[in-house]
């Protein structure tokens, strides 16, 4: 089974070497690991386990994957590209491979040559990559120019095409299905873990080959973590109970964020928050239009936050795209020019943290960016945070 779309993959490539002709760039080394996937997944649809590594794509439509030998037969099954070459500076340290040929930079450049001058090197990924990584790369193309392509790389994830906004659709509406299992177990006397095992055993039930973060389970004090992984703490009554889930699906994520009463009843002060933050949330879906920048869409919600008296307990902003990863650039804070445009997918993410009473509180859906304006990927749970309380 394989995550990739070929048609895509083609389409992708294609603009990495347009990219790297405008820039008379010789070719791009794009730098993946487990956390750091969605680089290399944008070209493969694939990422190893335990070992580092890198794409590389040639201004002559040249593809190969550069890893480590743990990981190559895994990618010649399921990677998109898999012309593979294993490399010292990927591998787990310290482990050996005796049948397994190692190379490293300096026979990769030499290998290279013999098709086509390498004179100029674009890196992307290079604020993830390790020194050493870095380090052997100069090295080994010490004779060329490196150049920083990063930026110009990230641009071409920022705009979907209709097939990723479909992967993105179906994984929303699987994490609306991990929500309606993960609040049927929260109960006075459940361990948070419990709550994180129903919603990922959902998802994994359904489809999801992976989660874009760790799942959200934090009640009382621990949702002030503001991302509080689940422990095995046990809810009490009274409590609220921060929930969130990331699915995967052929890479794309979708999600939900929620707070919901331990004991099923909100006091009234909880109460009037969540009230106060669908407010929120309804604005800043108002302001998703194309051509709107993210300082208009912070602006509208900050308003309200200054009214509420909640401005000194916000942390994060209200908006941010999402992709191969949950939350990825353009984050539309108070100070981003960036300004939204068709296909982009975009969270509507309103929380606070710090709160003496309350603690943490978060709500949050997935959006898609059309002519007439924001269209939830999954309408069933944006009714329901919408209409939770009234």
């Not at 550069?66 to 591998?91: H, V, W, Y």
């Not at 090197?121 to 380090?135: A, C, F, W």
Request: proline share 4%.
């Amino acid at each position: 089974m394989s995550y990739y779309n070929k048609q895509e993959t083609e389409k992708r490539i294609a603009k990495v070497v347009k990219l790297l002709n405008e820039k008379n760039t010789d070719i791009a080394v794009i730098y993946f690991d487990e956390l750091n996937v969605a680089n290399g997944w944008y070209l493969t649809g694939w990422v190893g386990q335990f070992e580092k590594g890198a794409v590389l794509v040639g201004r002559d439509g040249t593809t190969m994957l550069l890893g480590g030998p743990e990981s190559e037969p895994f990618a010649k099954q399921s990677s998109a590209i898999n012309d593979t070459r294993c490399f010292s500076a990927f591998m787990v340290p310290d482990e050996e491979y005796p049948n397994a040929t190692i190379i490293g930079f300096k026979e990769l450049f030499e290998e290279l040559n013999k098709k086509f001058p390498v004179k100029k090197v674009g890196l992307i990924g290079t604020g993830d990559m390790p020194y050493s990584v870095h380090q052997d790369l100069v090295k080994g193309f010490s004779s060329c120019e490196l150049i920083d392509l990063t930026e110009d790389y990230l641009k071409f994830r920022y705009i979907k095409s209709d097939w990723e906004v479909e992967q993105a659709r179906a994984a929303t509406v699987l994490a609306c299905e991990a929500y309606k299992a993960m609040k049927a177990k929260v109960k006075d006397g459940v361990k948070e873990i419990e709550v994180a095992a129903a919603g990922e055993a959902v998802c994994r039930s359904k489809g999801a080959h992976s989660f874009a973060f760790q799942t959200i389970v934090g009640s009382g004090e621990r949702s002030n973590a503001v991302v509080p992984t689940a422990t095995d703490k046990v809810m009490k009554n009274g409590e609220l109970v921060m929930l969130g889930i990331a699915p995967r699906i052929n890479g794309y994520a979708g999600t939900f964020g929620h707070t919901v009463p331990v004991s099923g009843e909100y006091t009234p002060e909880q109460k009037k928050c969540l009230i106060d933050m669908i407010e929120v949330m309804k604005v800043t879906k108002s302001m998703l239009r194309i051509g709107v920048s993210g300082r208009e869409i912070d602006k509208e919600g900050r308003k309200l936050y200054e009214k509420g008296g909640y401005l000194k307990y916000l942390v994060c902003p209200f908006a941010h795209t999402m992709g191969l990863m949950e939350a990825e650039a353009p984050f539309f804070g108070p100070n981003s020019d960036d300004v939204l445009e068709k296909n982009m997918i975009v969270n509507v993410d309103v929380s606070f943290f710090g709160h003496p009473t309350l603690n943490g509180l978060r709500v949050e859906t997935c959006y898609v960016i059309t002519e007439n304006g924001a269209e939830p990927l999954c309408p069933e749970f944006e009714q329901e945070l919408l209409n939770y309380v009234k």
